[in-house]
């Protein structure tokens, strides 16, 4: 690959979310496949306020000084490629276009490109170079959203790390019980997020529960949704065949996986354009399928794009908790086909997600803009 220095455009960087874990790879990965010099990142300094319609929003002082900043940093570095790693950032690389004439892309997760956006961050997509979209679900809703052709748009999708070894002893942190079978959900218990469907298994786990009494239902994860989660396990009678563990730590997290039998997450892809709610890709099925563990997901979605059904799991009809319940019984009562369906899904992480597939995918775009 010849000569190329990109700059990257970033949010700010102290939370740290599936995200900013997206843009931590491909910085590294335009490291290695540049140099460490070629590469200029530059982040937002400041978080996001609270509004009083409850919407997060960054003061007009912080974007100004950033949009200051990226001006002044284009024109003393001379990047071949500017690269917004989030659409917020979209109309600050269509100004460095327009003042430098330099080419500039996006990067398109999910739900903050599947609904309405502003007009400065509508036009600014659309005369993006090129769009880097994390699952082919959001490439189409930027096709049928947006007009924005596929010749574009780019796939790009996460990659997951290798498998953490559990250190830690799951009984010791989690309070669950020998000998009991678990069936895993991971994912925050936020009101904002209940597309993810914890309600729903939930309502699932009733008849899981009278069909197969050894079973229980691990929930990680915490959020301001927790307790009426929990409410609504107490109303539904299902004692302690439901536990929430909360948050836990890498290590726990790894022996969760380690121990569950099945992971299931039968999110809800819902694309109103003024409240999208959805799974942008789905990484935690990925971390399941990379521990060996059949996985329930939904038919509609990104996740969808990965998870063949009957291959690597099931998929099912989010919206339907006797569904979801009949699947998550015949993947304990089937324990042998629970198992090659693991198998299956472990192959897969490993051909398609790894890092140096990244890697790949990414150097083919630049070969492209080269």
Not at 229 to 245: I, R, T, Y
Not at 272 to 294: C, N, S, Y
Request: with cysteine.
């Amino acid at each position: 690959m010849g000569k190329m220095k990109v700059l990257v455009l970033a949010p700010p960087v102290e939370n740290f979310g599936g995200i900013q874990r997206y843009i931590a790879t491909l910085v590294r990965a335009l490291q290695d496949l540049l140099t460490e010099q070629d590469v200029c990142v530059l982040a937002i300094r400041g978080q996001p306020q609270l509004r009083w319609d409850g919407q997060e929003r960054l003061r007009l002082g912080v974007k100004s000084r950033f949009v200051a900043r990226a001006l002044q940093e284009a024109e003393r570095w001379r990047p071949n490629l500017v690269i917004c790693s989030h659409v917020g950032l979209a109309p600050t690389g269509w100004l460095l276009r327009v003042s430098s004439r330099r080419p500039y892309w996006v990067v398109a997760y999910g739900i903050e490109v599947w609904g309405a956006l502003s007009l400065w961050k509508r036009l600014a997509i659309v005369r993006a170079d090129r769009l880097l979209a994390i699952s082919d679900f959001t490439r189409q809703q930027l096709f049928e959203r947006y007009r924005i052709s596929p010749e574009r748009t780019f796939l790009l999708p996460p990659m997951l790390a290798n498998q953490r070894t559990p250190q830690a002893d799951l009984r010791a942190a989690v309070p669950v019980e020998n000998g009991r079978r678990i069936v895993l959900t991971v994912g925050r218990l936020a009101a904002s997020e209940r597309y993810k469907g914890h309600d729903v298994m939930l309502r699932a786990w009733v008849r899981v529960r009278e069909k197969m009494p050894k079973a229980v239902y691990l929930i990680v994860g915490d959020g301001d949704d927790r307790l009426r989660l929990q409410a609504l396990a107490l109303e539904l009678g299902l004692g302690e065949s439901v536990c929430f563990a909360g948050a836990v730590s890498e290590d726990v997290l790894a022996a969760c996986y380690k121990a569950c039998e099945v992971f299931a997450m039968p999110a809800r892809t819902v694309l109103d354009p003024r409240a999208p709610q959805g799974e942008g890709f789905g990484i935690v099925f990925l971390e399941a399928m990379t521990h060996g563990k059949p996985v329930i997901g939904p038919r509609f979605g990104a996740p969808s794009e990965f998870i063949r059904h009957g291959e690597h799991g099931l998929l099912v009809d989010p919206e339907d908790p006797a569904g979801v319940a009949q699947a998550v019984i015949d993947l304990l009562t089937l324990p042998e086909l629970a198992a090659r369906m693991g198998q299956a899904g472990k192959q897969k992480v490993t051909q398609d997600f790894s890092y140096n597939r990244f890697c790949e995918r990414l150097r083919q775009a630049l070969s492209e803009l080269t």
